[in-house]
Antibody, heavy 120, light 112 residues
Framework: QLQESGPGLVRPSETLSLTCSVF??????????WGWVRRLPGKGLEWIAS???????YYNPSLRSRVTIFLDTSKNQFSLQLSSMTAADSALYYC??????????????WGQGTTVTVSS | DIVLTQSPLFLSVTPGEPASISCRSS???????????LDWYLQRPGQSPQVLIY???NRASGVPDRFSGSGSGSYFTLKISRVEAEDVGTYYC?????????FGQGTKVEIK
């Protein structure tokens, strides 16, 4: 299971920090890709970033200049930082398993999502 | 980026009747290893998306066999053989061939 946490409200130009806690399994040594997807109002789903245990990072080019994804294996968590937030970044953010390094079964496990609103 | 175009965008279906959603890609989703890199997801109201079909035609664990995926190259179809009330929600196709992963616009399914 995956559980997102973070602020529900962010001011324009600030940096969003979201954390995903992993339950029932360990990030360390896993063969999963851990990642983030957001659902933008009226615009559907957008993949943001993914990271496997090796630490290689994969970013959506449309967000690359503003996004960072990283693992914290000591806490069994992974996190997303998105800088220079604007109203266009207001969305429902999901953490999820986006794939595996040794096979593929789709984006298998999703968190319940956390709503982020950008407003002053 | 690969662009996915779904149709229809809205579907109203009578319980027990079949339903079909198509997904057209801006380029072939055939991987060099032979995999068809197209998934289908369902987002029920108030819930997170869940994978229904991966790699074109493989049903995910626990998905009822009334759901099936088919297609090749750049044209794919999701079929529901007999729609049930629990099938309401928005269906998305997603390409898994390249980064960035991209999704179709979504097809909203309602029950008559």
């Amino acid at each position: 299971q995956l559980q997102e946490s973070g602020p529900g409200l962010v001011r324009p130009s600030e940096t969003l920090s979201l954390t995903c806690s992993v339950f029932g399994g360990s990030i360390s040594g896993s063969t999963y890709y851990w990642g983030w997807v957001r659902r933008l109002p009226g615009k559907g789903l957008e993949w943001i970033a993914s990271i496997p245990y090796s630490g290689s990072t994969y970013y959506n080019p449309s967000l690359r200049s503003r996004v960072t994804i990283f693992l914290d294996t000591s806490k069994n968590q992974f996190s997303l930082q998105l800088s220079s937030m604007t109203a266009a970044d207001s969305a429902l953010y999901y953490c999820l398993i986006t794939g595996r390094t040794d096979s593929y079964y789709g984006m298998e496990v999703w968190g319940q999502g956390t709503t982020v609103t950008v407003s002053s | 980026d690969i662009v996915l175009t779904q149709s229809p965008l809205f579907l109203s279906v009578t319980p027990g009747e079949p339903a079909s959603i198509s997904c057209r890609s801006s380029q072939s989703l055939l991987h060099s290893n032979g995999n068809k890199c197209l998934d289908w997801y369902l987002q029920r109201p108030g819930q997170s998306p869940q994978v229904l079909i991966y790699l074109g035609s493989n049903r995910a664990s626990g998905v009822p066999d009334r759901f099936s995926g088919s297609g090749s190259g750049s044209y794919f179809t999701l079929k529901i053989s007999r729609v049930e009330a629990e099938d309401v929600g928005t269906y998305y196709c997603m390409q898994a061939l390249q980064t960035p992963r991209t999704f179709g616009q979504g097809t909203k399914v309602e029950i008559k």
